[in-house]
């Protein structure tokens, strides 16, 4: 006896998968699917679940397609800018995300893309996969300090506060925009700007850590209020940003570096960015290690667990 019909969009981690074959009648990929073949799966296994994750996009016209017994769509991930949220709840679809388990390696990321762009670390390790041909010189190469620079955070959520307390290991005083002020427990010292332009001139680094979904917040004109020589960090998400303003910036010298895990494409992104050598980039890595992947497996079978055993589901998005 299983807990019910369950289509798994993508291979998920070992420990995942076993899980999710000993507690549902599961369908469970080798590669990832697409969302046609997920519909189809969906429609020929009678679905009552659906597991996939961040980029795999549940639009209306993708719902309409599942079978009338669906009652769950569970994103291992804390995003859900993917997903029409509105339009599975008309359908009495609940859909569930993976919040809290992403944020320490998400803020690990932001670190990691933080330093790699201000020690210009694509093109160092460039000339060491060439064999260390380039010998830079005392006064060539080099980047710019991150300790004592001035942090700004957009979105101090559980993963922004998560990238402030690492970075005041790095004495960075941080500031911050949000949609609310803090408590002065969370804000531990950090600066509240109730106006993101009011903040950006601060910003020596500046990290978004919002959630996507509603619109491009970084334009040509909120870069060029950064002070000159900013470097900007993305590990939320790229609809956030224009990347042709972004662009200008890097080659301007408006923005000293740019460390980025998101990108308005994915895959198929910019490589104009990549043609810039002060861009250090990541392919959407921010949860990717063995620890957070198995805990947002997991956490995606609890919330599908509760709703086929007629309990409220955990992490239920509200439209
Ligand atoms: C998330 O959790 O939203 C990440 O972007 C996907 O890994």
Redesign the pocket.
């Known amino acids: 006896m299983t807990l019910g019909r369950l289509v798994v969009g993508l291979p998920m981690t070992q420990a995942v998968a076993a899980r999710a074959a000993s507690e549902f009648d599961a369908v469970q990929p080798d590669r990832p699917m697409s969302m046609d073949q997920i519909a189809e799966a969906a429609a020929a296994h009678n679905a009552e679940a659906i597991l996939l994750?961040?980029g795999m996009h549940v639009s209306a016209g993708f719902l309409d397609r599942l079978p009338a017994d669906l009652k769950v769509i569970a994103t291992a991930?804390?995003?859900y800018d993917h997903i029409d949220v509105a339009a599975a709840s008309k359908r009495g679809v609940v859909v569930t995300n993976?919040p809290d388990v992403?944020t320490d390696a998400?803020a690990d990321t932001t670190m990691l893309l933080l330093l790699g762009a201000s020690r210009r670390a694509k093109e160092h390790v460039r000339n060491m996969e060439g064999g260390w041909k380039i010998r830079n010189g005392f006064d060539q190469g080099l980047g710019w300090e991150v300790t004592g620079k001035t942090l700004g955070i957009v979105g101090m959520g559980r993963i922004g506060r998560a990238v402030a307390q690492r970075a005041r290991g790095f004495d960075m005083p941080i500031v911050y925009h949000n949609r609310r002020r803090l408590a002065p427990e969370l804000e531990q010292g950090a600066r509240y700007f109730d106006k993101l332009d009011d903040m950006l001139p601060h910003c020596q680094v500046l990290s978004l850590n919002l959630p996507g979904g509603q619109g491009v917040l970084m334009t040509a004109e909120k870069f060029a209020l950064l002070p000159r020589g900013a470097v900007f960090v993305n590990s939320a998400r790229g609809s956030l940003v224009d990347e042709g303003a972004l662009i200008w910036a890097l080659a301007s010298g408006q923005l000293a570096a740019a460390g980025l895990d998101?990108f308005q494409k994915e895959p198929a992104y910019d490589t104009r960015l990549n043609d810039l050598p002060n861009t250090f980039l990541l392919p959407?890595i921010?949860?990717?290690t063995e620890e957070t992947r198995n805990a947002?497996g997991f956490r995606a079978l609890d919330n599908i667990a509760a709703v086929l055993s007629g309990r409220p589901a955990p992490d239920a998005l509200k439209a």
């Open positions: 994750t961040a991930s804390v995003g993976t992403v998400t998101v959407h921010g949860s990717a947002m």
